[in-house]
């Protein structure tokens, strides 16, 4: 892996803000009681674990209070300044989060999954047939 590389990192699952301030992603057996040991830190566990690797990072976040960080973000204005931070934070580090701290990422059944998967899945497939239309400023950036 070099400097000019992509690591993409899709994850859409359950988010919890914890009160220690922390935004975990639950894992497949979460329990409540055991958050620690069924559920990620974002940011310990999944970004400092990848930050020694030496690429750009994309990371795609669909999951309630997504925007979050710390508990104090999730219940201010400040929604995401978290996670600004720690993508400011590391070199080539970028984000994309369904939602703020303090809101919900919706799933639909029709889907079977979330709308900003649905919304991504969509985007790809858009660009994979070449729909016209899907550089909306026609700078090639897509």
């Known amino acids: 892996i070099g400097p000019q590389d992509l690591i993409l990192v899709f994850i859409s699952s359950h988010g919890i803000n914890t009160p220690q301030g922390a935004f975990h992603i639950a894992a497949s057996d979460y329990d409540g009681p ?3 040991e069924t559920s990620l830190d974002f940011e ?8 020694s690797i030496s690429c750009r990072k994309l990371f795609l ?18 929604s995401g300044e978290r996670m600004n931070q720690l993508a400011t934070g590391q070199k080539g580090l970028s984000l994309m989060m369904s939602c703020r701290a303090n809101e919900y990422s919706y799933e639909d059944d029709q889907w079977q999954n979330g709308a900003f998967t649905q919304a991504m899945l969509h985007t790809i497939e858009q660009f994979t047939r ?4 899907i550089y909306l400023n026609q700078d090639g950036a897509l």
């Open 34 to 36: 055991f958050l620690q």
């Open 44 to 51: 310990k566990e999944i970004i400092n674990y990848l930050a």
């Open 61 to 78: 976040i669909d999951a309630c209070h997504s925007g979050a960080g710390s508990e104090e973000y999730a219940s201010s204005q400040l």
């Open 130 to 133: 070449r729909v016209p239309g």
